[in-house]
T-cell receptor, first 115, second 111 residues
Framework: ETGVTQSPTHLIKTRGQQVTLRCSSQSGHNTVSWYQQALGQGPQFIFQYYREEENGRGNFPPRFSGLQFPNYSSELNVNALELDDSALYLC??????????????FGSGTRLTVV | DQQVKQNSPSLSVQEGRISILNCDYTNSMFDYFLWYKKYPAEGPTFLISISSIKDKNEDGRFTVFLNKSAKHLSLHIVPSQPGDSAVYFCAAPNNNNDMRFGAGTRLTVKP
């Protein structure tokens, strides 16, 4: 059983550029959530995808968008990058209602630096 | 609107002693709480959870206590081991499939 895999692990982008982050969910999981973790803070919810549809969204602007594919893998796209977008981006997978008893399975994250 | 707060950014304890990590919340609608543990360069790992209908849940060396009237929960680790040194996050699922996390407490267990 594989865990959650994220790519790339590190990325440096220039302000105004666009970025795509990728996530492969754990085997058997059909729900993917994305979180942003700024330095010294806890993860903040960006959005969740379930059955290829957005299934909840946090307080992030529309330039943060996502996709989920039939194999349950997911992408996070961020347009018009700003310096404040520099953070660790975490992908978490779960199986529907399991998240309350077993929590999410997180990937190791993508460290994005915007310069 | 943070809703889940961990007011102690760090905690240091001696190996073999008890570690107590605290968490406060403001949303009385939370019906489940979870603790995650995070090592450097890794994602958070689920540790233990508790339903709001319970006041205690135990799993080996880890016990979580919930005080609903005080909107407070705590994680007890007994005995603490050097491998427990990590950042611990308290979290609660919100209505919008949004897991609300505290800012984390860095636990250091000294040999």
């Amino acid at each position: 059983e594989t865990g959650v895999t994220q790519s790339p692990t590190h990325l440096i982008k220039t302000r105004g550029q666009q970025v795509t982050l990728r996530c492969s969910s754990q085997s058997g999981h059909n729900t993917v959530s994305w979180y942003q973790q700024a330095l010294g803070q806890g993860p903040q919810f960006i959005f969740q995808y379930y059955r290829e549809e957005e299934n909840g969204r946090g307080n992030f602007p529309p330039r943060f968008s996502g996709l989920q594919f039939p194999n349950y893998s997911s992408e996070l796209n961020v347009n018009a990058l700003e310096l404040d977008d520099s953070a660790l981006y975490l992908c978490a997978s779960s199986f529907e209602g399991d998240r309350r008893n077993y929590g999410y399975t997180f990937g190791s994250g993508t460290r994005l630096t915007v310069v | 609107d943070q809703q889940v707060k961990q007011n102690s950014p760090s905690l240091s304890v001696q190996e073999g002693r008890i570690s107590i990590l605290n968490c406060d919340y403001t949303n009385s609608m939370f019906d489940y709480f979870l603790w995650y543990k995070k090592y450097p360069a890794e994602g958070p790992t689920f540790l233990i959870s508790i339903s709001s209908i319970k006041d205690k849940n135990e799993d080996g060396r880890f016990t979580v206590f919930l005080n609903k009237s005080a909107k407070h929960l705590s994680l007890h680790i007994v005995p603490s081991q050097p491998g427990d040194s990590a950042v611990y996050f308290c979290a609660a699922p919100n209505n919008n499939n949004d897991m609300r996390f505290g800012a984390g407490t860095r636990l250091t267990v000294k040999p």
